[in-house]
């Protein structure tokens, strides 16, 4: 299971790095603009991407007691990402954070042992009160793969040429 769920984040970063990327490329109004979605621009939906991983990462470390896996975390105590419209140098701030949280990811995934996916992650409401961690970490790489079909989306309106499934990645 810890090999497949690494993969998983390995390909999850290597996705948000093309996103990034061709987000970079955008000028800041074009990236600020309102699109329609829910998270209304192209950056309102990345910082959704990292706020996401980022939140979720807290919950993944309250329910391990795996000191690895917790360190691996530790990087993301520095993360923030801004609220409301963005200035290019706060949109520096949310790639610098998504590529951040990305990493920890990856890491805290590679550090987890086969126990530890079992780990009750304290749930949103009381019924359930909490779900295993394997079924937390499944859930929120279907979260950041429904947003990114968004971007795509938007992209592909755009007529801006991109590929998130041709990703060249060493999984293992």
């Excluded at 603009?33 to 980022?54: E, I, N, P, Q, W």
Aim: charged residues 20%; proline residues 3%; hydrophobic residues 45%.
């Amino acid at each position: 299971m810890n090999t497949n769920n690494t993969m998983i984040a390995r390909y999850n970063q290597a996705a948000n790095a093309v996103v990034l990327e061709l987000l970079n490329k955008l000028s800041n109004d074009e990236r600020e603009k309102d699109r329609g979605s829910y998270y209304k621009s192209l950056s309102g939906l990345a910082r959704h991407l990292g706020g996401a991983t980022f939140f979720f990462s807290g919950m993944y470390k309250a329910a391990v007691t795996n000191a690895a896996a917790i360190k691996a975390l530790a990087p993301l105590e520095t993360v923030q990402f801004p609220e409301g419209n963005l200035t290019e140098a706060q949109w520096a701030q949310v790639a610098a954070g998504i590529a951040s949280v990305d990493k920890a990811l990856v890491d805290f995934c590679a550090a987890l042992t086969d126990d530890d996916f079992n780990a009750p992650v304290k749930w949103f409401t009381d019924n359930p009160p909490t779900v295993p961690l394997s079924f937390m970490l499944n859930g929120l790489m279907a979260h950041n793969t429904h947003h990114r079909g968004q971007i795509s989306q938007i992209l592909d309106e755009l007529k801006i040429e991109h590929d998130f499934s041709g990703i060249d990645v060493t999984f293992c």
